[in-house]
């Protein structure tokens, strides 16, 4: 099938097919989908974040190969999470990534992350991360051509991490809630295909409606990226709504953006007691 996207893929380039943990597929093995995800995809094995504080959470991180949604307000941190996921995964881990965004610019991607210290750009021209940044008027296409240059970045680089920001930009571009919910479920199916751990993100109102996003059920984990107000001051915390196979934590834990850090979650410490009226 042609592919008529041509989002502004960066990353991607031949020289990414010799790292380490590429595949050997030849180009007509990177054309087609996968079936059934990689052998690779231990269902039983845990993908550390990095994140210091979460990975003591959830029995070490994440179940390898499951799809994990990070809900919260804008600016509640779900860009800035995923991002660690991955340059920790490319950085401590030697899993390659691959940033789908259909926010914000790479340019944006690669200036914000900066801040925290981690450089995008140098990740990218080694070959351990790919932002592929969708336009709206590209994002149906996506639907339409299955996800095939995703998964041909996905194959070029090696990658096993994946983050998608954001569901709701996503979904937004299509016309009925039909065709949204459509888009939604089959962009989980080719998550699945693609076999990489994948963290996504979605807005929802702390007033506790998270039916804008509705898609916490398809997911194997729901995060809840909290960001609540104690007089005039603005609180972090992240709580593990759900996650299959998992004994998680069910305590609300407050975190902190450090500079040349990112994440930090406090297990140990507590959120100020009124909050949990407020909170999702
Ligand atoms: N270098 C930094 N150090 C500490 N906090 C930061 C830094 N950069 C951004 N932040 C905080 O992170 C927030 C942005 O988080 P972001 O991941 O973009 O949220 P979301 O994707 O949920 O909208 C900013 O509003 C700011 O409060
Ligand atoms: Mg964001």
């Given at each position: 099938m042609a592919k008529p996207i041509t989002p502004t893929?960066?990353?991607?380039?031949?020289?990414?097919?010799?790292?380490?943990?590429?595949?050997?597929?030849g180009p007509a093995a990177m054309q087609s989908q996968p079936q059934?995800?990689?052998?690779?995809?231990?269902?039983?094995e845990r993908v550390p974040t990095g994140i210091e504080g979460l990975d003591d959470l959830c029995?070490?991180?994440?179940?390898?190969g499951s799809s994990v949604l990070a809900l919260g307000e804008?600016?509640?941190g779900k860009t800035t999470m995923m991002t660690q996921f991955l340059v920790n995964g490319a950085l401590n881990h030697g899993e390659g990534g691959v940033f789908l965004s259909f926010e914000e610019t790479k340019e944006s991607i690669i200036r914000h992350s900066a801040s925290f210290g981690w450089d995008l750009n140098a990740l990218e021209k080694q070959g351990a991360v790919a932002i592929i940044n969708y336009k709206p008027h590209e994002v149906k296409r996506l639907a339409e051509e299955g996800g095939g240059l995703i998964w041909d970045t996905i194959t070029e680089t090696g990658a096993k991490r994946i983050a998608i920001d954001s569901l709701s930009a996503y979904v937004?571009?299509?016309?009925?809630q039909y065709q949204a919910r459509e888009a939604q479920r089959n962009l989980f199916e080719l998550v699945r295909k693609w076999g990489c751990t994948t963290m996504m993100s979605g807005e929802a109102a702390a007033?506790?409606?998270?039916?804008?996003?509705?898609?916490d059920y398809l997911s194997d984990a729901v995060l809840l990226l909290h960001h609540p107000r104690q007089r005039n001051v603005r609180f972090r915390a992240i709580e593990i709504l759900k996650m299959r196979g998992t004994n998680h934590s069910q305590k609300i834990c407050p975190f902190e953006f450090l500079p040349s850090v990112g994440m930090k979650v406090y297990p140990g410490e507590d959120i100020f007691e009124e909050f949990g009226t407020k909170g999702f």
């Open positions: 893929k960066t990353g991607a380039t031949p020289q990414m097919r010799g790292i380490s943990n590429a595949q050997a597929n059934t995800p990689p052998p690779s995809a231990d269902l039983s029995e070490g991180g994440f179940e390898r804008p600016g509640s937004i571009l299509f016309e009925s007033s506790g409606d998270r039916s804008s996003v509705g898609m």
